[in-house]
Nanobody
Framework: QVQLVESGGGLVQAGESLRLSCVVS????????MGWHRQAPGNQRELVAR???????NYADSVKGRFTISRDAAKNTVYLQIDSLKPEDTAVYYC??????????WGQGTQVTVSS
């Protein structure tokens, strides 16, 4: 199994930026895909960004142009850069590992709160 530990959340004002980090307990190149999801109160968890082991990235339409997913293989870390934060970005952000064969792992989540 793989462990994921997120950090970097916090309380920010609208228009500011944050960078979330997800430290992975093994080589990220051994994981078919890594993603960031978020869940706001009363809403379902949604995928916002994803990166494959080959480096292909995908984003939810609602975050394109403001969110950037990246990785540092030497640190076994996946990042989510969030720019021009909006109050509607307020949510718990979760790191996710798609391990193949229907298996996946989740981090504990990090809270992002954006004030207007």
């Amino acid at each position: 199994q793989v462990q994921l530990v997120e950090s970097g959340g916090g309380l920010v004002q609208a228009g500011e930026s944050l960078r979330l980090s997800c430290v992975v307990s093994r080589s990220i190149f051994s994981i078919p895909a890594m993603g960031w999801h978020r869940q706001a109160p009363g809403n379902q968890r949604e995928l916002v960004a994803r990166i494959t082991s080959g480096g292909i990235t995908n984003y939810a339409d609602s975050v394109k142009g403001r969110f950037t997913i990246s990785r540092d293989a030497a640190k076994n870390t996946v990042y989510l850069q969030i720019d021009s934060l909006k109050p509607e970005d307020t949510a718990v952000y979760y790191c996710n590992a798609q391990l193949g064969w229907g298996r996946q792992a989740w981090g504990q989540g990090t809270q992002v709160t954006v004030s207007s």
